[in-house]
T-cell receptor, first 113, second 112 residues
Framework: KAGVTQTPRYLIKTRGQQVTLSCSPI?????VSWYQQTPGQGLQFLFE???????NKGNFPGRFSGRQFSNSRSEMNVSTLELGDSALYLC????????????FGAGTRLSVL | GQQLNQSPQSMFIQEGEDVSMNCTSS?????WLWYKQDPGEGPVLLIA?????ELTSNGRLTAQFGITRKDSFLNISASIPSDVGIYFC????????????FGKGTRLHILP
């Protein structure tokens, strides 16, 4: 069974640009969550999508948004990039809901110059 | 809101030593998870605990779900170089559809 797939693995953008990250969950998993991880920080929860609906949201500005498609694939978008948005963005999928075991992808490393 | 206190923040040990780390909270959880993250990769699940008092092993790793449901610990015996990484605990709330809470991680360094 394929794991969680995130694309791209690495991305370099400049301030003010926008970026879209993609996540394909494990087959059969309906919940997809996104996290931001910066050096020295833990996993900062961005949001969770379940059956195409945002079900939980962290404390991030509105520049961070996401969506989920009918096949459970999810995208995360960050608009008007800032230097502080440089981070590893992790996607995790779980079978039913966020309180179930989450399986992580390898992440997308975003560098904002 | 719910918070997990994970300690220690970092550890420097000699190869072959045993390691112990823990997570505590003022909130009750009905699931405790332990993950390991290698540099540049996503966290990988090591052990999942579902019941208060449960003690579960995975090779040289042993984790326990605290009786009060507010804490958990992870032990690694006879550490080897590939144990280097960041270990995260995570607690799953009894409330349906609540988000999992992650600790800030314990960074393990092994001295040659």
């Amino acid at each position: 069974k394929a794991g969680v797939t995130q694309t791209p693995r690495y991305l370099i953008k400049t301030r003010g640009q926008q970026v879209t990250l993609s996540c394909s969950p494990i087959s059969g998993h309906r919940s997809v969550s996104w996290y931001q991880q910066t050096p020295g920080q833990g996993l900062q929860f961005l949001f969770e999508y379940f059956s195409e609906t945002q079900r939980n949201k962290g404390n991030f500005p509105g520049r961070f948004s996401g969506r989920q498609f009918s096949n459970s694939r999810s995208e995360m978008n960050v608009s008007t990039l800032e230097l502080g948005d440089s981070a590893l963005y992790l996607c995790a999928s779980s079978l039913e809901g966020i309180s179930n075991i989450q399986y992580f992808g390898a992440g997308t490393r975003l560098s904002v110059l | 809101g719910q918070q997990l206190n994970q300690s220690p923040q970092s550890m420097f040990i000699q190869e072959g030593e045993d390691v112990s780390m823990n997570c505590t909270s003022s909130s009750i959880f009905n699931t405790w998870l332990w993950y390991k993250q290698d540099p540049g990769e996503g966290p990988v699940l090591l052990i999942a605990l579902y019941k208060a008092g449960e003690l579960t092993s995975n090779g040289r790793l042993t984790a326990q779900f605290g009786i009060t449901r507010k804490d958990s610990f992870l032990n690694i015996s006879a550490s080897i170089p590939s144990d280097v990484g960041i270990y995260f605990c995570a607690g799953g709330s009894p409330r349906v559809n609540d988000k999992i809470i992650f600790g800030k991680g314990t960074r393990l360094h092994i001295l040659p």
